[in-house]
């Protein structure tokens, strides 16, 4: 009798012999569960996407790369570094949209055993010079717009700049893409790369003025990508469906940005390890990429919950043929009820809605929630991804806590970041015997689903992209007739939350809504920006301890937006 029809188990799966079989790893002293047959690092990941050498990797407008491609092309970054004198754990930076030049020189970064620093392209040319000390790198991929945002800066630094897509360049240590790899004849020698060698460098903002730099090592990063696709795996498993067979190759748009985590690691780097289609966007265009699902033959959409939503809202949905979709989600932040309703009712449950819940420090990695179980319980993130993600809820004295109880989420898992670039005491505080603090408060059910119902970081989580309130007042303290001030979320139906300031004129002084907005506006990236800003005459209100008491103002502002709401209907 056949057996070919059958699942496998949970137990094929992840025990002797399995695709995924575990085993027990010692991890900067934490026994962990990892993968026996991973690879060991990252350079090796993509070789085995060769695997799918002729298949096509990476589509932008009317260019189209082959996974050989790739590889040909992270080869002569390699050797291109190499040659101006980049070795191994020395760090490198990329400040760009999401050009195939991006991709090609994260892959020859990695490949060649640096750190790379994935730097948020949306972030002022003095947010960047923040990220270029903060590292330590000495050499920088850019376009033109970041190229435009350094310039101011570059006579008084020690830079190799390589400028992409800039066909003129000017300034000090400037050299154009094509320059960049003439250096070298494109046949790198590869050195020696461990698990635990850092890889990455992703900033990441919270509850401190400036943003931090969280590591990843290589086996961090790659436990990340193989673990979810383990996870599916073992769901399919433990339902009793079958692997899908390979009927034609999966694709995905790449809606993201690739200095977040959601794009990089949700997106991108898995598709390594699929054989999967990457479709990149000059920037999001909900219209454009519904061109692309019927055009592409797009199999998965993921994106911030905000571009799903909008998505499936586009007055022209039902004007493509989005036959070849299976499933719509997103991650980065949560996705409202109302956003996975709208899903399922506009694709009429053809496709799949699913959301997922990690961050920077988990390399994306936490827990995740689609489908049935999506629709039962729609203000879930989900479960932990087994087999690798264990959490649970503690309480303020270091206790766990029983189901249902409210306390401070926490993480474990081989994909945890080894710690903060430079920062051991933020390191400490965040990783607690091999435990991440996540700082989202939250409870878990009988059933294992994890529940975020408040944040102990003081941050803002805008369309999926991370602020720190603190940040942001540190810059509106400067303004000479700035008091006092306070930054606060407020709840927005598009991108689940908004920039807001309370602010405190000096006596005798007079300021606009618009003077902040624009002060900010010259110190941060435009996302960072206040979108509701109110003046105050007196001191902000304080709690008993003496600190401003930021929920009294949220709740004000909110009760002021509805009024405002009320006269403008």
């Given at each position: 009798m056949s057996t070919q029809h059958l699942a496998p188990t949970a137990s094929e799966l992840l025990g002797p012999g399995g695709a995924y079989e575990l085993v027990e790893t010692d991890i900067n002293g934490v026994r962990l569960p990892t993968f026996k047959n991973a690879p060991v690092h990252l350079r090796e990941y993509y070789q085995a996407a060769l695997e799918w050498a002729d298949a096509t990797f990476y589509v932008y407008e009317d260019e189209r790369y082959t996974f050989a491609d790739a590889w040909l092309q992270a080869e002569r970054v390699a050797a291109a570094l190499t040659d101006l004198g980049v070795k191994p754990g020395d760090v490198v930076g990329i400040a760009m949209r999401n050009y195939p030049e991006w991709v090609w020189a994260y892959m020859g970064i990695t490949a060649l055993g640096a750190i790379v620093v994935a730097m948020n392209a949306w972030w002022s040319g003095e947010e960047m010079m923040y990220g270029i000390h903060d590292s330590g790198l000495k050499t920088i991929f850019v376009d033109r717009e970041r190229l435009e945002h350094l310039?101011?800066?570059?006579?008084?630094?020690?830079?190799d700049v390589i400028a992409v897509r800039t066909p003129h360049t000017s300034g000090r240590g400037v050299r154009t893409w094509e320059e960049f790899l003439a250096t070298s004849d494109g046949s790198p020698k590869w050195p020696d790369i461990a698990?635990?060698?850092?890889?990455?460098?992703?900033?990441?903002?919270?509850?401190?003025?400036?943003?931090?730099?969280?590591v990843s090592s290589h086996r961090a990063i790659i436990h990340s990508l193989l673990g979810w696709e383990a996870g599916a795996a073992l769901a399919r498993a433990q339902a009793g469906r079958p692997q899908r067979p390979r009927e034609s190759q999966p694709s995905m748009i790449l809606t993201v940005p690739l200095f977040h985590v959601t794009g990089l690691n949700g997106q991108l780097l898995p598709s390594f390890g699929s054989g999967r289609k990457v479709v990149g966007m000059y920037k999001w265009d909900a219209e454009k990429a519904l061109a692309i699902i019927e055009r592409e033959g797009i199999t998965h959409f993921s994106g911030v919950p905000t571009m799903a939503y909008e998505l499936v809202n586009s007055p022209n949905y039902d004007n493509y043929d989005l036959s070849s979709l299976r499933s719509i989600g997103g991650g980065g932040?949560?996705?409202?009820?109302?956003?996975?309703?709208?899903?399922?009712?506009?694709?009429?449950r053809k496709t799949r809605a699913s959301a997922a819940y990690g961050m920077t420090e988990t390399n994306g990695l936490a827990a995740s929630n689609a489908g049935d179980n999506l629709r039962q319980r729609p203000t879930s993130c989900g479960r932990p991804m087994a087999p690798l993600v264990q959490m649970r809820i503690m309480a303020r004295d270091g206790s766990e806590v029983p189901r249902g109880t409210t306390g401070e989420i926490q993480i474990k898992g081989p994909m945890l970041f080894s710690g903060y670039w430079n920062n051991p005491e933020a390191t400490a505080d965040a990783l607690v015997d091999g435990w991440l603090r996540s700082g989202d408060i939250g409870h878990m059910d009988e059933e294992d689903f994890v529940y975020i119902t408040d944040?102990?970081?003081d941050m803002i989580i805008r369309g999926g992209e991370n602020i720190g309130c603190p940040e942001v007042e540190a810059v509106i303290f400067n303004h000479a007739k700035v008091a006092e001030c306070a930054v606060f979320g407020i709840p927005d139906e598009r991108l689940g939350e908004t920039v807001a300031a309370a602010v405190m004129v000096k006596p005798t002084e007079l300021l606009t809504v618009g003077d902040i907005q624009s002060f900010v506006g010259e110190h941060l990236a435009r996302f960072k920006v206040p979108e509701h800003v109110w003046i105050y005459q007196e001191h902000l209100p304080r709690t008993a301890s003496g600190k401003i008491f930021k929920r009294g103002l949220r709740l004000e502002a909110l009760e002021r937006l509805k009024l405002d709401e009320a006269i403008a209907s």
């Open positions: 310039s101011p800066y570059l006579d008084e630094q020690d830079l698990a635990d060698d850092h890889a990455m460098i992703l900033y990441t903002s919270g509850s401190t003025a400036h943003p931090k730099g969280a932040a949560a996705m409202t009820p109302k956003h996975s309703q709208c899903i399922d009712e506009r694709s009429q944040r102990e970081k």
